[in-house]
């Protein structure tokens, strides 16, 4: 995965977070197959409407949304903040199109870059 900034990693099993003022390596809670709260919570800043994540490169994805994630995205939606869930391809695509179509500093999103 390659980020606009420069930064590049090749054979990467954890991930990519973007969020406003971040750009970098992700450093699961727990494992990059188990998306935890604490994970959420590393991109939902204040001013942050869309939250994208992606769960991976095989098939839909291998890594999962873990009960106490499911119910922070739950919060963060009942808040406002919308939330999209797919493959590490299709979440990407969705990352880009909203980055060029909402205001700056409103989206974040959370690769798994692995399988």
Known sequence: MELS???AWT???TGVALSPGYAGL???EEHQHKIRAGDIDLIAK?????IIIGKGMVGG????LMPDAVDRINELEDAGVASVVDNTPTAAE???????SEPAG?????FHTGC
């Open 94 to 100: 969705e990352y880009n199109a909203k980055l060029q």
């Open 61 to 64: 994805g291998v890594a999962q």
């Open 46 to 50: 204040p001013g942050v409407k869309e």
């Open 11 to 13: 054979s990467l099993d």
């Open 26 to 28: 992700w450093t699961p």
């Open 5 to 7: 900034d420069g930064q």
């Open 106 to 110: 409103t989206v974040a999103a959370l």
